[in-house]
Every structure is written in structure tokens, then in C-alpha cells.
């Protein structure tokens, strides 16, 4: 077993000690069946102990965990005939956004998502899903051809933010931000947003204004990182924050799924399976089908003009104000 988070490790030398009595059982005469189900029984339940009363912290690991689904394993699960467009039609084609056409369970549909990469060759090449002014021009063009050819638009929301670099600040990295924000509350055509991963910042804004948001279970969704919101808060350097900071900070964010519907933000949570999306890349896009089945529906039924009065009340209820007495 590999890529065991710190909260996980009361149940790592379970599960290896169970695989060890497999290799020994395997072949052999000795009968310990009733053993290992025992063990197996044991390991689950501890499992269902640690997954049941996670802090915001641990679901923002599980949320960044290196073998969770991405946009393009979901879009190989969830879709067929898929074909990739690339390039904004303007500077370059930013790898860190996917966007194209496919069909989803007979339904034409226009999908576009942010990709963080699986090997460190991949991530450095997709900038750890950090995309660049042209990656969100590139979706705005891809949005366009949705809302022109009447499409369902799906997005894919798993990026730390916008990359801040010189460079993408020079090219208008918050002009591109801001132009997609404006437009999706213009799209005719309905759209849902899943946040499967981390949703950081603008930079997962830019592609989540839509008719019904939603998010994996142990997702996360926040204006800030809990490290940049320790940083800032704490006034601490880099080297001096640490998981105390981390926790306070992400409590305070409420960032997790359950946080967010309640405060009205999102929709809907989607169920993943024990131990974290990446237990079963099958399991989630199944629990993620039957989601987007069930709102795409109900939003196609839905004229244009209900469609955009309908996105505009949805975002000015989120939040409330409150005036204090002099």
C-alpha cells in the first residue's frame, strides 16, 4: 500500500500485517482464513473511525492526495468520444486546462477542467494545475462554443489557484479571471461545476459560476489556502507555520463540503468512497454520474432566460450582512 496520509497510519501496519498472512496463506497448507477476516474486519472498522470525524486539515490532505481522480481520468469514466481543443487563439495552449467536446449518457455536452498531472514529469508540465491567462482565455473560447451551439457545459474544478508568476501577472492574469466570471453569467446554456479535488482562490472561480456547484465528499473550496490564511493571519514566515497553524486556519476557513452547504454555497455532495476518492476512481465517477444525471436533466428542461435569472439570485444570496449598532 503507498501514499498513506499521517491521520491513516493506525491502520497502515493492519493492512500490511493482512497482506503479509495473504502471502504466507497463499500455496501453503496453513488454513488462516478466519484470521484475516477478523483483521479485515478490524482494519474497516478502524477505517470507518478515522473517515468518520475528520478535521478540515485531513480533508484538504485527502483533498490534494497524489493518486485522486483528475479531470481526465473523470472525463475517461464519465464520457465518450472525447476530443481535446486547444489553445486560446491568442498567446498559447496552457496545459493546466483541458476543455473540449464529448457526450455524456447520449448527451452532447462541452466539458472543460483543470489537471494537475500524475508523475512530477506531468506536473511540471501542467504547472501542479496552476493555470496561466491563457489557460482561462482558452476556457472562456471553449465556454463561447458551448453557449453558441446551445451545449450543457460540465467543469472540473481541482487547482491551489491561479499561477502568480511575473509573467502571468504581465499577460492579465486577474483581466482573464474576471472575463470568465462576467461571461458565465451570461452563458445560455445550463452548466455545472464539480469541485473533485481543491477548488483555491479565483482561479476556481474562474470556472465554477454555474447553475448547480458541487463537491466530493472530502473536497475542499476556499478563497485561500489554510498555509496562505496561517501565513497571513499569524503573520508568520513559511518555515515557522505548522499543522497546529494549518488546522486553526482551515477550521476557520470553512472549506469542507459539509461547511459549504450549510452556509448555501453549494448544491450537493457527492459520496466517495471509504478512505477517499482515490480508493476507487470507479466508485466516485459512478456517485458522479448519477449527480450530473439528475441536475443536468432538471437544467435542460429549463429555458434560457430561467437559466440566467435563476444563476444571478443563486450567487447574490450567497453570504449575508450584518450592521452593527453604534
Given amino acids: 500500500m503507498h501514499n498513506y496520509l499521517d491521520f491513516e497510519k493506525p491502520v497502515v501496519e493492519l493492512e500490511n500485517k493482512i497482506e503479509e498472512l495473504r502471502r504466507i496463506a497463499d500455496g ?40 485522486r481522480p483528475h479531470t481526465l481520468d473523470l472525463i475517461n469514466l464519465l464520457t465518450q468520444d472525447f476530443i481535446e481543443l486547444h489553445g486560446d487563439r491568442n498567446f498559447s495552449d496552457d496545459p493546466a486546462i483541458v476543455a473540449g467536446l464529448a457526450r455524456f449518457e447520449g448527451f452532447p455536452v462541452v466539458v472543460i477542467g483543470h489537471q494537475k498531472g500524475k508523475t512530477t514529469r506531468e506536473r511540471i508540465l501542467r504547472n501542479f494545475g496552476q493555470p496561466h491567462p491563457e489557460g482561462y482565455r482558452k476556457a472562456l473560447r471553449i465556454m463561447r462554443l458551448a453557449d453558441r451551439f446551445n451545449k450543457p457545459l460540465i467543469t472540473f474544478i481541482d487547482t491551489p489557484g491561479a499561477y502568480p508568476g511575473l509573467g502571468a501577472e504581465e499577460r492579465g492574469q486577474a483581466e482573464a479571471i474576471a472575463k470568465n466570471l462576467y461571461m458565465m453569467f451570461k452563458l445560455r446554456n445550463p452548466i455545472i461545476s464539480v469541485v473533485i479535488g481543491e477548488g483555491g482562490s479565483g482561479g476556481a472561480l474562474a470556472l465554477s459560476v454555474a447553475d448547480r456547484i458541487l463537491m466530493l465528499e472530502h473536497s475542499v473550496y476556499s478563497v485561500i489556502s489554510p498555509e496562505g490564511c496561517a501565513a497571513i493571519l499569524w503573520k508568520k514566515a513559511p518555515n515557522e507555520t505548522g499543522p497546529e497553524d494549518f488546522e486553526r486556519a482551515s477550521a476557520a476557513l470553512k472549506l469542507t ?20 476518492a482515490h480508493k476507487s476512481h470507479k466508485e466516485t465517477a459512478a456517485n458522479i454520474k448519477k449527480a450530473l444525471l439528475m441536475h443536468m436533466e432538471e437544467l435542460m428542461r429549463k429555458p434560457s432566460d430561467m437559466l440566467l435569472n435563476e444563476r444571478y439570485e443563486k450567487f447574490r444570496k450567497i453570504g449575508a450582512v450584518s450592521e452593527a449598532g453604534l
Fill in 28 to 67: 501453503s497448507d496453513v488454513n488462516i482464513t478466519t484470521e484475516i477476516r477478523r483483521l479485515e474486519k478490524k482494519a474497516s472498522d478502524m477505517r470507518n473511525s478515522i473517515f468518520s470525524r475528520l478535521t478540515p486539515w485531513q480533508k484538504t490532505q485527502i483533498a490534494r492526495h497524489f493518486d
Fill in 257 to 276: 463540503a459539509s461547511d459549504l452547504l450549510s452556509l448555501g454555497v453549494i448544491d450537493e455532495i457527492i459520496p466517495e468512497p471509504l478512505g477517499g
